[in-house]
């Protein structure tokens, strides 16, 4: 089994009215989240994983240009029923924050092997829907890091 890298991006995809894009998990249905996902490996750079997950949960093919690296990190205690996919002893997870701006609600294409469904919501609605304290935090943070 390969156990997942303990360094991860969360991936904010937003239009220029902040509505925001979620996706509820397909391993837990009722949990919505923005997109996120770990290093493949540890030689990976963050923009990489950043534009692979948007590609695999998203189909959207996204450039180093639109990519935006806030250079703010979470660490956070990861959730007892996913730590067996990481390896034994590893407890903490590193998100570093992106986020991409597009100029109105579209159509993805979901990885359904990840997810149910998506939505488009409002930034504030979409802070208190999503599970993760993460990613609540920079919901509500976009406004800060957001430069027209």
Not at 29 to 40: A, L, M, N, R, Y
Not at 52 to 73: D, I, Y
Request: proline share 3%; with cysteine; net charge negative.
């Amino acid at each position: 089994m390969k156990y997942k890298i303990p360094v991860s991006v969360l991936v904010i995809i937003f239009t220029r009215y902040y509505d925001v894009l979620l996706l509820e998990r397909a391993d837990r249905p009722g949990f919505w989240q923005s997109v996120t996902g770990s290093k493949d490996s540890y030689q990976e750079n963050l923009l990489d994983t950043a534009k692979r997950e948007v590609e695999e949960e998203t189909g959207l093919l996204v450039t180093n240009e639109q990519l935006f690296n806030w250079h703010r990190s979470f660490e956070f205690e990861i959730f007892q029923h996913w730590r067996a996919r990481y390896e034994p002893g590893v407890v903490n997870n590193t998100e570093h924050v992106f986020s991409v701006m597009l100029d109105h609600k579209i159509d993805i294409k979901i990885s359904r092997n990840e997810h149910l469904a998506f939505r488009w919501c409002n930034r504030l609605d979409a802070a208190n829907m999503v599970f993760s304290w993460t990613n609540a935090t920079a919901l509500r943070e976009l406004p800060e890091y957001h430069f027209t």
